[in-house]
């Protein structure tokens, strides 16, 4: 450990100067927590030896170097790195899409927030076949930054956390060890590493979801998919929700789902029309994976000079999964740096904030997702539904179509969502404009 003097053992003390971090995983959240711890402890004048580990290399190309996810990023979340004085260069960016359209099963609307300009998409390894010339992925390029502003990487897996006098030991493969003076898990929930935590840390409920990249050329994303993400409800039992992110030359396709695989999303290729004619004909899929997404959180994420950060923790329901962990990076840095590195200090300063800003919200998004989900999964209901949005939208008013926006892309809180969605007033207009027909 780099400096156990300075450490009385206790915890409740902010992370001394010259403290030993180990980041058990450098996908979003463990980079974002190094950014901020590094920054906060430069602010104060202290220092410590941060080191994100991961068994990833996120310049491969297909499944092994990416972390398995749509890649899109809102507004909220760029800036928020803006706010680290980092910039989204073009290297990382793969395609600035317009917009959403929601599709039922003839009709779709087309969702913008006025204001917040275009969504990023992004890989987050080295891409479905070849890695890039000139390209990083998301991942690679957060973990440049933090080791730019000084954190150490090793590239390798952790085998076994133990707790150790004055904080833990880490064993990688081959036997060898190092021991910190606080230690971070920012393993995400697709690790096995979670059951091997002896605190009592209990992973959150997750789905497993499905991802495919299908090649597609940018005439035919600037033309049929009018450069957007569309969102089209699953028409199998399995399938919840499918989603196309356009990159500059694939689609991601995401199948979402409580236990979805590969074999559910080529059925429904075959037989959902709204996303048969969203697809470039005779596509084959390049690249698959079965990732999990939390829908529920952990339990005792946190113990003394210990806590748990990102999926592996919480994150808002089922939408802007990396900004969650950039909060929950956020909090956990301000924490130890600010309060202390006890349990106690960590339930009052990283617990509880983060449930406070997820838990109860997440109640809401389950409810809202429940009620669109219902509703744009049953056929005629759904283009009945979309059309009154349509006509809203025609005649100037925006609420239906904003609520849409919010609900499946944008980044207020669910609670703030659900009080325009349901409100009385709102209800009654949607009635009115139903009833009123083609
Ligand atoms: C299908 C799908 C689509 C999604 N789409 C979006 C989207 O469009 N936009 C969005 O914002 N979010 C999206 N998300 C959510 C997003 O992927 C996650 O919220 C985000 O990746 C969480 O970051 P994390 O750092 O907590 O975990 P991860 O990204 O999972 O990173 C965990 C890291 O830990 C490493 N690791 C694990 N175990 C070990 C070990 N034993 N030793 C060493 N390293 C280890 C892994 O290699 C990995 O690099 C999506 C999720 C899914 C499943």
Redesign the pocket.
């Known amino acids: 450990m780099a400096n156990p003097a300075v450490l009385d053992g206790s915890g409740a003390d902010p992370l001394p100067d010259g403290a030993s971090v180990g980041v ?7 980079s974002f927590f190094a950014l901020h711890l590094l920054a906060l402890l430069g602010e104060s004048g202290r220092t410590a030896r941060v080191t994100l ?4 290399t996120f310049s491969s190309s297909g499944p092994s170097g990416c ?7 809102g507004h909220a ?1 760029v800036k928020k790195i803006e706010s680290l004085s980092l910039a989204i260069d073009a290297s990382v960016i793969r395609r600035i899409v317009d917009g959403y359209e929601i599709h039922g099963m003839d009709v779709s609307v087309t969702v913008r927030h006025p204001d917040r300009g275009g969504i990023y998409t992004v890989f ?1 390894g080295g891409g479905p076949m070849i890695p890039r010339g000139g390209a990083r992925s998301f ?1 690679q390029y957060l973990l440049d930054a933090a080791v730019s502003r000084g954190a150490e990487f090793l590239h ?4 076994a956390v133990e707790r150790v006098s004055g904080g833990y030991r880490l064993t990688f493969p081959g036997g060898t060890r190092r021991d910190f003076d606080f230690l971070v898990g ?8 979670s059951r091997k935590l002896e605190f009592g840390y209990v992973p959150p409920a997750t789905w497993h ?1 499905v ?1 495919a990249e299908i090649p597609a050329t940018g005439k035919f994303i600037e033309e049929r998919l009018r450069n957007r993400i569309h969102i089209i409800p699953g028409r199998g039992k399995r399938i919840r929700f499918l989603a196309i ?1 356009p990159k500059d030359d694939f689609l991601t396709l ?1 199948g ?1 789902g409580e236990h979805v695989k590969i074999a559910d999303l080529e059925k429904e290729r075959m037989k959902n029309m709204a996303l048969a004619s969203l697809m470039p004909e005779g596509a084959n899929v390049a690249c698959h994976c079965h ?3 939390p829908v529920g959180v952990a339990l005792r994420p946190y113990s003394t000079r210990m806590a748990i ?4 923790f919480i ?1 808002r329901y089922l939408k ?6 950039h909060d929950t990076a956020r909090i956990l840095a301000e924490a130890i740096t600010r309060h202390g590195i006890s349990e106690r200090a960590l339930a009052e300063h990283f617990h509880r904030p983060c449930l406070g800003l997820f838990r109860y919200d997440n109640v809401w998004g389950k409810l809202l997702f429940g009620i669109y989900e219902g509703m744009l999964r049953k056929g005629r209901l759904s283009d009945a539904y979309l059309e009154a949005v349509n006509r809203e939208a025609a005649g100037g008013d925006m609420a239906q179509a904003h609520i849409l926006w919010s609900v499946f892309a944008g980044d207020s809180p669910y609670r703030e969502i659900a009080r325009d969605a349901l409100a009385f007033r709102t209800l009654l207009k949607l009635a009115g404009t139903l009833s009123r027909g083609r």
């Open positions: 058990i995983g450098a996908g979003p959240a463990g580990i991961d068994r990833k972390n398995m996810c749509a890649g899109a990023i979340m987050r991942d390798e897996r952790v085998d920012a393993f995400g929930v697709n690790s096995s590493i979801t991802q992110t995401t979402i990732p999990q997404v950060i990102g999926d592996a994150s802007n999964g990396i900004e969650s962990s």
